[in-house]
Nanobody, 120 residues
Framework: QVQLVESGGGLVQPGGSLRLSCAAS????????VGWYRQAPGKQRELVAA???????NYADFVEGRFTISRGNSKKTGYLQMNSLKPEDTAVYYC??????????????WGQGTLVTVSS
């Protein structure tokens, strides 16, 4: 019933930039909070950044000021702007969004993941 579609991943050279999107569809009325996670081969999934209700943001230490998390004005899309990418940023990136259906019920769900590869 809940659909979160991720896009924006791909191959980028070190120092380059990518913008990941997490778009709500179906019966979702609005997204109130967004978290971006990543999972590299052989490693556990880890939090990259979070946008909470009210607009507060939090970042993992390894971000080092390079990334920016945000929510679109429609409140149906979450974004992760990634600059100065490093090879160690290579991973599958997943969004997790919480919000409200048109019915008024709350939800929390994951996107399908998008692969980011940072390599020369």
């Amino acid at each position: 019933q809940v659909q979160l579609v991720e896009s924006g991943g791909g191959l980028v050279q070190p120092g380059g930039s990518l913008r990941l999107s997490c778009a709500a569809s179906g019966s979702i009325f609005s997204i109130s909070a967004v978290g971006w996670y990543r999972q590299a081969p052989g490693k556990q999934r880890e939090l990259v950044a979070a946008f909470t209700s009210g607009g507060n943001t939090n970042y993992a230490d390894f971000v080092e000021g390079r990334f920016t998390i945000s929510r679109g004005n429609s409140k149906k899309t979450g974004y992760l702007q990634m600059n100065s990418l490093k090879p160690e940023d290579t991973a599958v990136y997943y969004c997790n969004a919480a919000g409200t259906y048109y019915s008024g019920r709350s939800f929390s769900n994951w996107g399908q993941g998008t692969l980011v590869t940072v390599s020369s």
